[in-house]
């Protein structure tokens, strides 16, 4: 595996003079699918836009396999793209759909015949190449999508929120598919997404953005088990998250005593809602919310650091909204980090 194989080198794009991504440097292995992950706003589309080809940097370099392809024409980079609207021709047949780039290309007509039915056999549409997107669900046009994508055969692909349109089941579905696709392609991907689960079940690694800059990179068990700062821990589902301060818990102008001795380095701690331990414990709070939610009961806590977060087994002992609870941060629960 080639760990230069995509290299971003100091790219920085901007929108009328404003920095969207400031000097970003990153490497991909061919055959790695890496994780853009990160909220609205952070620079994450900005990004794989420019490696697409679709907006010049105004600093930097990107080179693919070896050659600069930083003011190389879209159409000439060997590079795909799925769209998060899919933009599937309504007027082609899936067929003529996965076919017009390929024809674009003025390939030999039998190529084009052999390649697309490859293709769709490939995303599970073998059958399907005489319908119109209208016939076909979600799921299906997305397939098509990403059918249109490799037939092409490109060197890179670049998924952006592909799955933002479908419903719960389908993206797991799709999910599951891409990676399935993925493997057996080895091809090397870019997955753009805001959704943590996605990241963490496609990615061999992720690349964590906020504000045009990376503020983690690892692989998904290290972002999800160790975050470096209070940012990446509530992207990562460390809902409960506080400063360290004078020997203190603190946020939202309260504090917390501990109730463990801190580690030194500490900037910040954080915990997930089922770490919070409920009904026993050093802390007091009063519940202000209920949520029942299956197999789990959520509860929103209000205490002198601000709202805790909690959630147990639906099985548990119920609390009231209004009554006061005792409750617990563990030390051994917490994601520890030395930076603010």
């Known amino acids: 595996m080639s760990e230069d194989f995509l290299r971003l080198d100091g790219l920085t794009l901007a929108y009328r003079g404003q920095v969207a991504v400031d000097s970003l440097s990153v490497s991909l292995g061919q055959g790695e699918l890496v994780a853009l992950l990160g909220p609205s706003g952070c620079g994450k589309t900005t990004t794989m836009r420019a490696i697409a080809g679709l907006m010049a940097p105004a600093a930097g370099r990107i080179t693919l396999a070896g050659r600069d392809i930083t003011r190389v024409p879209a159409n000439k980079r060997g590079v795909g793209l799925v769209f998060q609207s899919y933009a599937l021709f309504p007027h082609l047949s899936v067929l003529e759909n996965v076919a017009f780039g390929l024809r674009l290309k003025r390939l030999p007509g039998e190529e084009i015949g052999r390649r697309v039915t490859a293709a769709l056999a490939n995303v599970g549409l073998a059958d399907f190449g005489q319908r119109l997107p209208k016939a076909l669900s979600g799921g299906q046009q997305q397939r098509v999508a990403l059918a249109r994508s490799i037939v092409v055969e490109p060197q890179l692909l670049l998924l952006d929120e592909p799955l933002s349109n479908l419903d719960a089941r389908l993206r797991l579905e799709m999910r599951s598919e891409l990676s399935r696709l993925q493997r057996e392609l080895g091809i090397t991907m870019v997955y753009v997404t805001h959704d943590q689960s996605e990241a963490l079940a496609l990615a061999d690694r992720i690349i964590v953005m906020r504000a045009g800059r990376i503020e983690q990179m690892g692989t998904p068990d290290a972002i999800y088990e160790a975050p470096c700062s209070p940012f ?53 709070g009063r519940v202000r919310g209920v949520s029942y939610l299956g197999q789990t009961v959520e509860y929103l806590l209000e205490t002198p650091a601000g709202p805790v977060k909690a959630e147990v087994p639906a099985a548990a002992p119920r609390h009231a909204a209004g009554v006061d609870i005792a409750f617990d941060l563990p030390l051994a629960a917490a994601a520890v980090m030395e930076r603010e």
Not at 255 to 261: D, E, I, M, N, T
Not at 263 to 274: E, I, S
């Open 232 to 284: 990446v821990a509530r992207f990562m589902g460390f809902e409960n998250t506080f400063a360290v301060e004078h020997g203190r818990l603190a946020a939202l102008g309260g504090s917390l005593a501990p109730g463990f001795a801190l580690p030194g380095a500490a900037k910040a701690l954080g915990w997930r809602p089922q770490a919070v331990a409920l009904g026993t414990g050093p802390h007091q």
